[in-house]
């Protein structure tokens, strides 16, 4: 069990002279190389973000920030997966112990202020890093933090906060002061976009509550038209097969349904698989065609690939209100966010596959040559 007092005396002591940060530094010159003191310091990666980057694909080159890097764990983790990372603290005491622990590191290291961050930093990253650092900090400190997060971020980059989490009206004795939903909201007013938030218990105390929130920095994406007329060929290519395999997908929800419960004979049978231009195994064949066409297209033309998901994220944002899945256990509305991220999946995490009910979508032919520039196939 960590020992809070010397961190709680250091803070309520630069709290009393105004000064809101200073104390972190302090903190660190006070530990003299001994961890227990600085309560964070767990000497190992946050479990819950090890989690997170297990259903992610970190590639290589990926440019990371971690803000508030304290010992760095967080921050080699990263850099072991390919990421570009860039770890800063506002404690030059901290960023010196660091850079022992990890003489070899891939990571740079430096001293730097979130509330004053350099700017060169603006607009460059693809994924920002906050794990307990906003907690730390007072009120009015943590305001300007929460303006100055977005502006790191580049186009379609991700923010991943991770922090205690509380009601309104909860007594508070910080630090750290848990955050309640509504103060976590300033980072959507500030123009991100919320797409993922977990409410869960501390794996290690079960009377601490936590929050891990994902957010995103809407931008410029990559545009169909902006494209090479060889690259557009390929994504019209792929998407003829897609249009094919929503074909297929229903047909065989109709065949299925007609065998099960429409009294259909085998000679019945066997009229409807005529009737509907498929064969038996199309369906399969035609995910392996749609995965190597992916693959390849991924490998030899990775802009085509980001234009073509975010053309197909245009598609359903258009239509959420609209759209509807066929499943196996019937009609289901699709929710928003789920499905723009499979569709990201695809460009962004590196799979050679299209989640399998992304098949079901019935989309507007009008719209789809609208956002594509060209008419769906098939």
């Not at 000064?19 to 600085?38: H, I, Q």
């Not at 009294?263 to 392996?288: C, F, H, T, V, Y």
Request: aromatic share 8%.
């Amino acid at each position: 069990m960590k020992d809070r007092a010397v961190a709680k005396d250091l803070a309520a002591a630069s709290l009393a002279a105004g000064d809101g940060t200073g104390w972190f530094d302090r903190l660190y010159e006070a530990a003299e190389g001994d961890a227990s003191v600085v309560p964070w310091a767990d000497l190992a990666p946050n479990p819950r973000l090890m989690t997170w980057l297990g259903s992610q694909a970190v590639e290589p080159g990926m440019r990371v920030l971690v803000v508030g890097c304290g010992l760095g764990d967080d921050a080699e983790a990263l850099a072991a997966l390919g990421a570009s990372v860039t770890a800063f603290d506002i404690s030059p005491a901290c960023v010196r112990w660091v850079k022992g622990r990890f003489a070899d590191s891939p990571v740079t290291y430096v001293v730097a202020d979130l509330l004053e961050p350099p700017q060169a930093w603006e607009g460059g990253f693809d994924l920002i890093v906050e794990i307990y650092t906003l907690q730390a900090m007072p009120g009015e400190l943590r305001k300007v933090a929460f303006a100055r997060l977005p502006g790191l971020l580049a186009p379609e980059g991700r923010l991943l906060v991770i922090c205690r989490g509380r009601e309104e009206g909860d007594p508070v004795d910080g630090p750290p002061w848990p955050l309640t939903v509504g103060q976590l909201g300033a980072l959507s007013e500030a123009g991100l976009v919320l797409e993922h938030f977990d409410d869960f218990q501390d794996g290690q105390d079960a009377t601490i509550r936590r929050f891990l929130a994902v957010y995103r920095r809407p931008g410029a994406r990559a545009e169909i038209g902006a494209l090479s007329a060889a690259s557009r060929d390929r994504v019209m290519e792929m998407e003829g097969m897609m249009a094919r395999r929503r074909l297929v997908s229903a047909w065989l929800l109709n065949l299925d349904g007609y065998e099960r419960w429409g009294n259909a004979s085998p000679e019945d049978m066997d009229r409807a698989w005529k009737d509907s231009g498929i064969s038996p195994g199309e369906d399969e064949a035609l995910d392996r065609q749609i995965a190597a066409a992916l693959g390849a297209l991924r490998k030899d033309d990775p802009e085509a690939v980001r234009a073509w998901a975010h053309a197909h994220v245009r598609l359903l944002e258009g239509f959420m209100g609209d759209l509807e899945v066929a499943g196996s256990t019937g009609t289901q509305r699709f929710v928003a966010a789920g499905e723009r991220a499979q569709w990201l999946e695809v460009a962004e995490d590196g799979r050679d596959h299209v989640q399998e009910n992304t098949y079901y979508v019935q989309v507007s032919r009008a719209r789809h040559e609208a956002i594509f520039g060209f008419a769906l196939p098939g």
